[in-house]
Antibody, heavy 118, light 106 residues
Framework: QVTLKESGPVLVKPTETLTLTCTVS??????????VSWIRQPPGKALEWLAH???????SYSTSLKSRLTISKDTSKSQVVLTMTNMDPVDTATYYC??????????WGQGTLVTVSS | EIVMTQSPATLSVSPGERATLSCRAS??????LAWYQQKPGQAPRLLIY???TRATGIPARFSGSGSGTEFTLTISSLQSEDFAVYYC????????FGGGTKVEIK
């Protein structure tokens, strides 16, 4: 059974750095046909892709947020970590991690709501 | 960046009726197009990939068509559980999502 679960702070202050962890089970982060993305959704708004990490550790980032994002993985712990620097209230959103194959995002975590406020 | 545009923003449909949702890409994405359903408080659920292939467990009333820049999701006979927001997403390049279409009860 494939599952993904996000964890991290529910509240961060402006200018702080956000660190989110996605813990996966039911598949390996070393599987060549799969990767993991982070996607966010501000309240009442559409989905926005943020970053992706491939099994070979290659990374890709949203062009608009690239300077603030870092994605990494620990295959032995089955975890993918996203850091986002210089948080702002506009970054308030539900953050999802999702498994990616050549068939789109087939499994998603439940999401974690992160609020940016002083 | 490939921009995905969905229309209409809101679609009012009666149960049992047909719903047709559109998605347009700013440049060709071939058939690298997926559709997702999202209900309030839930994560998106993959419905269609490859523009027209239903994901595992998706009922046959959901169908996708199109290629290049124009795509359509059709729900042949709306059930109560189908009222939700639907997103298209291209994966021909780095992923981008459309703005969503809300299917509401008429």
């Amino acid at each position: 059974q494939v599952t993904l679960k996000e964890s991290g702070p529910v509240l961060v202050k402006p200018t702080e750095t956000l660190t989110l962890t996605c813990t996966v089970s039911g598949f390996s982060l070393s599987n060549a046909r799969m990767g993991v993305s982070w996607i966010r959704q501000p309240p009442g708004k559409a989905l926005e892709w943020l970053a992706h990490i491939f099994s070979n550790d290659e990374k890709s980032y949203s062009t608009s947020l690239k300077s603030r994002l870092t994605i990494s993985k620990d295959t032995s712990k089955s975890q993918v970590v996203l850091t986002m620097t210089n948080m702002d209230p506009v970054d308030t959103a539900t953050y999802y991690c999702a498994r990616s194959t050549n068939q789109g995002f087939d499994y998603w975590g439940q999401g974690t709501l992160v609020t940016v406020s002083s | 960046e490939i921009v995905m545009t969905q229309s209409p923003a809101t679609l009012s449909v009666s149960p049992g009726e047909r719903a047709t949702l559109s998605c347009r890409a700013s440049q060709s994405v071939s058939s690298n197009l997926a559709w997702y359903q999202q209900k309030p408080g839930q994560a998106p659920r993959l419905l269609i990939y490859g523009a027209s292939t239903r994901a595992t467990g998706i009922p046959a009333r959901f169908s996708g068509s199109g290629s290049g820049t124009e795509f359509t999701l059709t729900i042949s006979s709306l059930q109560s559980e189908d009222f939700a927001v639907y997103y298209c997403q291209q994966y021909n390049n780095w992923p981008t999502f459309g703005g969503g279409t809300k299917v509401e009860i008429k």
